[in-house]
């Protein structure tokens, strides 16, 4: 793409997110979230392949119907209460409408289904910024809100148990991402009433572990179970430390992925909400499942095994590493400053 | 004011749930799309970015069409598992 094309869409993303964040009326926050949708279609669609085009097409239907709930409850509200401020989001009707769609904009089970086939159909770069760069906004939105509310928590729950689930069957990389997005997303909404702190630290090391594996298939250029088989050919030094990537997500000790678990569990056994946060710990085990297939494929198929696939042409990495060595870096061992990072951010 | 409001509400539902419910061509989808975006009193202000997204609404359609081959939505199964 014409590098002064792409700049404009990335400068647009980049706007989009900060009028949203920077926004106290609800119209402004509306403009930012529709501004990014317009700023990442072209970016998913600037292949003209059958898939990237089915996946932008989709992604544009579910954003827009989540853009026209939320300036419905908004006005709605407006209307009822006469307050157009994010925080003054009293009336209880518009509140549940904006969570549908604010829920819709991020993947929140039961509104998740676009998630997976809009993942697979984008290349791995595109499929990063979906992930990541686009949670910011709608959750800086749901933060802002005083939500008081069971049905969030009937999402969150059902967001880690389905993506738990769903990503059990998969052979498809960006599918088992897009599923482990919606369980980690389930976590973050779980403690957004009694601690937004908590969804803010959780959002933030979901951003850092989800760039390291990302990074990681972008370097070995896999997009499947088979191909991700063979990356020990290819750089023998990740492939060694993807496991641990992949079990930080998972949320094991003493990696950061277990940080946020740990201290959302911790947060609502404060609120004595114990059956709860022993449903959620169970549910996550779900998730562990499928990474821990992942990162056997990964290391513990070597040979004298038999490959599962032929073996791929191995070329220099052309892209810088920064990227994959900084966030590899803060997904794995973080969890010593998380005391400091929750004292910062609290 | 209330039966008006109420009038507006049931229109919003309604246009919401043709969206909603799967139709048979993208086309009509994105007409739903337009009938979304005329619902609030600041009228001229989302015009522009209702205009913006329909617009971005056809190049899709566009594009559709000229990968696939018609815009049939139930049809559309490449990225189903």
């Not at chain 1, 908004?74 to 009336?91: F, K, M, P, V, Y």
């Not at chain 1, 959750?139 to 993506?163: D, E, H, K, Y």
Request: aromatic letters at 10%; hydrophobic letters at 50%.
């Amino acid at each position: 793409m014409n590098p002064y094309i792409m700049s404009i869409f990335l400068l647009g993303l980049g706007l989009g997110t900060t009028i949203t964040f920077m926004s106290s009326h609800w119209l402004l926050a509306w403009m930012g979230l529709e501004i990014n949708t317009l700023a990442i279609i072209p970016l998913m669609a600037q292949h003209h392949h059958p898939r990237s085009v089915e996946a932008s097409t989709k992604y544009f239907l579910t954003q827009a119907t989540a853009a026209a709930m939320i300036l419905f409850a908004s006005s709605t509200n407006a209307w009822i209460t006469g307050q157009w401020d994010i925080n003054e989001l009293s009336h209880p009707m518009s509140s549940t409408i904006m969570m549908l769609g604010l829920a819709l904009k991020i993947g929140l089970a039961p509104l998740h289904t676009w998630l997976p086939e809009v993942l697979q159909g984008l290349d791995l770069t595109t499929g990063l910024i979906m992930s990541t760069w686009q949670k910011l906004a709608p959750f800086s939105l749901l933060m802002q809100m005083n939500l008081n509310n069971s049905v969030m928590i009937t999402m969150a729950i059902m967001s880690t148990m389905i993506g738990g689930w769903g990503g059990l069957n998969q052979t498809q990389l960006r599918k088992i991402l897009a599923y482990s997005s919606i369980a980690h997303i389930g976590w973050m909404i779980l403690v957004l009433q009694f601690s937004p702190s908590l969804t803010l630290i959780t959002l933030m090391i979901y951003i850092f572990m989800t760039l390291s594996i990302f990074c990681l298939f972008k370097m070995n250029k896999t997009t499947s179970i088979n191909s991700l088989a063979m990356s020990w050919s290819k750089s023998p030094t990740i492939t060694a430390l993807s496991p641990l990537i992949l079990l930080s997500l998972g949320g094991l000790p003493p990696l950061t992925g277990f940080g946020p678990k740990w201290m959302i569990l911790s947060e609502l056994t404060k609120q004595d909400l114990n059956m709860i946060a022993t449903i959620t710990a169970l549910s996550a085990l779900l998730s562990l499942y499928f990474y821990l297939r992942l990162s056997y494929a990964m290391t513990l198929t070597l040979s004298p095994n038999t490959t599962p696939i032929t073996n791929q042409w191995r070329f220099n990495t052309k892209q810088p590493t920064i990227h994959l060595s900084i966030s590899t870096m803060l997904s794995l061992m973080l969890l010593p400053l998380l005391p400091g990072i929750m004292t910062i951010i609290n | 004011k209330g039966p008006k409001k109420v009038l507006v509400i049931v229109a919003t539902t309604i246009s919401l749930w043709v969206f909603v419910a799967k139709r048979k061509h993208l086309l009509n989808t994105l007409l739903r799309l337009e009938v979304l975006g005329y619902e609030s009193y600041f009228i001229l202000f989302f015009l522009t970015l209702a205009a913006c997204e329909g617009a971005l609404g056809l190049a899709l359609l566009v594009s559709i069409v000229r990968s696939h081959g018609n815009d049939c939505f139930r049809k559309f199964r490449v990225l189903q598992c």
